[in-house]
């Protein structure tokens, strides 16, 4: 398998031939390094037009990263302990079309699919009331999948797989999520209580999952932890419904690169694979 069609393949729950991998952004010397499968470019950041078409095409599963409508009407608020109900809804609508607008650009120059970036989440929860979420964002979410879903990709003329990103504890709205018709949710943090196995199990077939890797358990633990752990993942994600990546998606400064490394080796044991 190629990394396109291994990351495609596990984010539709077919077995890959072994755990696939990778991170939002990554330069060529780390994609090399790592054996990524897949890699992100942050869509409207300078230069992003000249990342993606330097990715595209290739191996990999080249995501465009897009702000959803909170992320853009949020974050750049003085304090952010206002509830999504303080948003005003038409201002919520025109950022949502400006997400499907650059989501549409970025497959039309060779996304093979497209990250909605929508960090309404915490390590200890929700920023905003379930109920909001409900009322303001999930129509929004919906459309916008519908409307990538009506694209087709560039490089094989497949529908466009799409993610929702959240970091923090989203247990509460990932029902919302599969209901919106996203194929799978970024990032899996463990600290948060995101666990892997038990969201795997609970949403097999429904929605999968980019992930999974500690970002504390990367800088302080030993390679046998690290490899323990790599390994609790591969027979989590064997049958498909899993992406490893590190928990942020992006790769912090001072990171060990030992550590990333030999996590992203050890994803080979065991898939594919009918002994091991």
Known sequence: MTGYRRV?????????????AGEFEL???AVARLEAD???????NPGWTERL???AGRDLFVWAIVDGPFQQQFFPRDGR???????????????????????GQAIDLGADGVVLGEDVAYSEGLFCRPGDIQENLAPLWAEFTAGVGRCRTRRCSERPL?????????????????????DGHHSLEPEAGMDPEVLLARYRGRLAFWGGLSLPRLFRSRPEEIAADVRRLVAAGRDGGLVLGTSSGIVPEGLPARSLVLAYAARRWGVGSSSR
């Open 38 to 44: 897949t890699v992100g470019v942050l869509a409207g």
């Open 162 to 182: 799409v993610m929702f990103h959240s970091d923090g504890r989203v247990h509460e709205i990932l029902d919302l999520v599969v209901s919106a018709g996203f």
């Open 81 to 103: 302990g206002e509830w999504l109900a303080g948003l005003a809804r038409p201002a919520l609508v025109e950022s949502a079309g400006r997400a499907l607008g650059l989501a």
């Open 53 to 55: 078409a330097f990715w």
């Open 8 to 20: 495609r393949a596990a984010l539709t729950w077919q077995r890959p031939d072994y755990l696939p």
């Open 27 to 29: 330069d060529a010397a």
